[in-house]
């Protein structure tokens, strides 16, 4: 049996899953082999069905607009068929791909609540559960604060895209710290 692939994804969004009117912006899918190397990347911005002035302090962090959301041409249907896209082409029957993401629940629940039936995905563990093992946190660590911990290259944040590739690359920092390998 072939080792999976690790699907990394991140979302940014307009606001909380406490929040009933909180959506999806932005979905990044990184891809990693059993090697932890990158060997795809997909994202799409999304055009929530609710969006208003509620989300005004969650695009903020993202450094984005109303103006700059109202411009994105896809859908929830888009970001499903993503996904079906991406679990199709790096699945087997025998060796489906394994889903994580830094904030897995927060991650996991914006795809349920956008249509995706997460359920059918096999979740892996939480990179951020992991990374706090890895690095002894009793409590929840900012991907920045766990990606410096552990060495690696923060550029930019709050960004789907870049949000995912620093995910992966604290992922492979934690398994080279499991591994003994600085």
């Not at 929040?19 to 912006?25: G, N």
């Not at 899918?29 to 509620?54: N, T, Y």
């Not at 349920?112 to 690095?135: E, N």
């Amino acid at each position: 049996m072939a080792d999976p692939y690790i699907i990394m994804v991140d979302t940014e969004t307009t606001g909380l899953p406490q929040h009933a009117f909180a959506a999806i912006t932005s979905f990044s899918a990184v891809i990693l082999d059993s090697q932890l190397d990158v060997v795809d990347m997909k994202s799409m911005d999304i055009r929530p069905d609710v969006l208003d002035e509620r989300a005004l302090p969650a695009l903020s962090i993202q450094n984005r607009t109303l103006a700059d959301i109202e411009a994105h041409l896809h859908t929830n249907a888009d970001l499903m068929a993503l996904i079906a896209d991406i679990q199709s082409r790096w699945s087997t029957e025998d060796t489906p791909s394994v889903w994580t993401a830094y904030n897995l629940p927060f991650d996991k629940e914006m795809l349920r609540r956008s249509g995706v039936d997460v359920d059918s995905l096999k979740w892996g563990d939480c990179c951020m559960q992991t990374a706090m093992k890895v690095l002894g946190s009793k409590r929840w660590l900012k991907l920045k604060v766990a990606a410096e911990q552990l060495g690696a290259v923060v550029h930019d944040t709050h960004n789907a895209t870049s949000d995912a590739l620093l995910a992966a690359a604290v992922l492979r920092r934690c398994a080279y710290r499991l591994l003994g390998v600085k």
